[in-house]
């Protein structure tokens, strides 16, 4: 997996936990929370893979096939951990673009929106970073990523409104420049089944 390769200190990691344990009132050393510490340091190697990762590093492999009409990737499962109250969100990702003769295959888009997400984050963030690692990678005349997600930070507390999503996009190239041709990918990209 690739949570292997990810170097943290796992042993400032479980001494941090162990801190915020007995910092809440709770002890360490009971059963139940015994391994706690060790979990959580190998949660966050699971969580964080993505951190000192490249995206576009996934995006290099492509096919020249003349191809310069639109892709679309919909409904692309995806998670990433709120890097303000280091919460999940997730949910579901659509990727557009349009080639100009090379097209990458579908699961190293994906793959690209995993390594981004794979780090503390904020949605509106991970939706221009992913935008722009298509565009300036794959150099097709456009490019527009929709996101949507529910954020746990909002659903379990604070405002505490399960169920409410946010809804970010970002568009590069002809995508953003072309007011009728982003409102057809757009509307194709926001499709339900």
Not at 21 to 48: K, S
Not at 52 to 70: I, M, P, Q, R
Not at 108 to 130: F, G, Y
Request: hydrophobic share 40%; with cysteine.
């Amino acid at each position: 997996m690739p949570w292997d390769l990810l170097s943290l200190d796992y042993d400032r990691i479980q001494n941090a936990v162990r801190e915020v344990l007995v910092a809440i009132g709770e002890n360490p050393q009971r059963e139940g929370l015994a391994d706690t510490p060790r979990r959580i340091a190998e949660m966050y190697g699971e969580l964080f893979w993505g951190i000192d990762k490249d995206a576009a590093s996934v995006l290099t492999t492509t096919f020249d096939e003349g191809y310069d009409e639109t892709v679309i990737l919909r409904d692309i499962p995806f998670h990433s951990i709120c890097e303000h109250h280091f919460l999940p969100f997730f949910g579901i990702a659509h990727i557009a673009y349009i080639p100009t003769g090379r097209v990458a295959g579908a699961s190293k888009l994906a793959r690209a929106l995993d390594v981004l997400a794979s780090r503390p984050q904020i949605q509106e963030r991970l939706t221009s970073q992913l935008a722009d690692t298509l565009y300036d990678t794959l150099q097709p005349s456009g490019a527009a990523v929709i996101m949507s997600a529910e954020h746990m930070c909002m659903s379990i507390r604070g405002a505490r409104k399960p169920g409410s999503k946010i809804v970010t996009t970002a568009a590069r190239g002809s995508l953003k420049t072309l007011p009728e041709l982003r409102q057809d990918i757009f509307a194709l990209l926001r499709e339900t089944r």
